[in-house]
């Protein structure tokens, strides 16, 4: 059973399997309407289904389409509208669908949950999003960065703002790949002591951003103020020195990428000038949710090493 609830369940040999492959098949669907199956449609007959316990854009829709585009199909359940949200435990839930479905996405808030959905399913689990952590982002990230030309052994990462789930997997994704992630964020919101062990070793949290941009090759931020948390001015006011600028853009490398996973609040985590800006690599990566989940799910069903 290959369950995908962090990088490490797949490791760097899986990683970087996946990678290679949604390389590959992006490449080989240029031009192609969005809605055609893969020209080996891998994923014929399978359905996903995919339980939503926070709202989501890019989650929902990109592992529906990806599953589409693998000749497979997608279905939706959320608390609002399923037995979860009447009290059937996860463990029930879990065995329920494993019977209807092949695959089972989840996006939650805490991860226990998506923990006990994997212990008692029967099909493989994938996490979509919990407050520890989101692999299926870092996937898309590391292929935008891949793209621009970047190598990922020896690739400076410089993160800025608050110590989150996305944090805590791409320090993951360093300690895998071998790279550096430098994390700068304000007292009270830095990454938890194992987070920063994910990294291995290859990720450190200070408290200046310029240090943190100083030479980097790729820049990333998140919203500040995450889904279910108060809009609190005290957290916005300690995060401003670590909003993003064109200014502290011009403390990394020339080339530095800026990366966002999105919703965006233009003005607070980054300015418009930056976000909207020639280095800012949002879209594409926005897109690659779609051509990295493609090969999270093939690994999921062992199709890929």
């Not at 390389?23 to 007959?45: C, F, Q, S, T, Y």
């Amino acid at each position: 059973m290959r369950h995908f609830l962090s990088l490490s369940d797949a490791g760097p040999d899986g990683v970087a399997a996946m990678l290679a492959d949604a390389i590959d098949r992006k490449a080989a669907r240029v031009a192609w309407p969005k809605g055609k199956a893969d020209a080996d449609a891998p994923l014929a007959g399978h359905v996903l289904a995919m339980v939503f316990e926070k709202n989501s854009t890019r989650t929902r829709v990109s592992f529906d389409m990806a599953m589409r585009q693998l000749g497979g199909s997608a279905l939706v359940l959320d608390a609002a509208t399923s037995q979860l949200g009447r009290g059937e435990t996860v463990a029930d839930t879990a065995r329920v669908l494993s019977g209807y479905c092949d695959a089972i996405m989840v996006r939650t808030d805490d991860h226990a949950k998506i923990e006990e959905m994997a212990e008692y399913a029967s099909v493989p689990v994938i996490n979509g999003l919990t407050d520890a952590s989101h692999p299926c982002q870092i996937m898309a990230d590391l292929l935008t960065i891949i793209e621009s030309g970047k190598q990922l052994p020896g690739l400076k990462v410089a993160w800025l703002g608050d110590g989150n789930n996305v944090l805590a997997s791409i320090m993951e994704a360093a300690g895998l790949m071998q790279f550096d992630v430098v994390a700068a964020c304000p007292q009270g919101y830095q990454p938890s002591e194992a987070d920063l062990a994910l990294g291995q070793g290859r990720a450190r949290c200070v408290g200046n951003a310029r240090e943190a941009v100083d030479g980097a090759d790729v820049i990333v931020t998140d919203t500040w103020i995450s889904m279910g948390q108060d809009h609190a001015d005290t957290k916005l006011a300690a995060m401003m020195p670590f909003q993003v600028t064109a200014d502290l853009m011009a403390g990394a490398k020339q080339d530095a990428a800026f990366l966002h996973c999105l919703p965006a609040h233009r003005g607070e985590e980054v300015t418009a000038e930056v976000i909207d800006g020639p280095r800012s690599l949002i879209w594409r990566e926005a897109e690659n949710r779609l051509h990295a989940q493609k090969s999270v799910l093939r690994w999921c069903f062992g199709q890929l090493g």
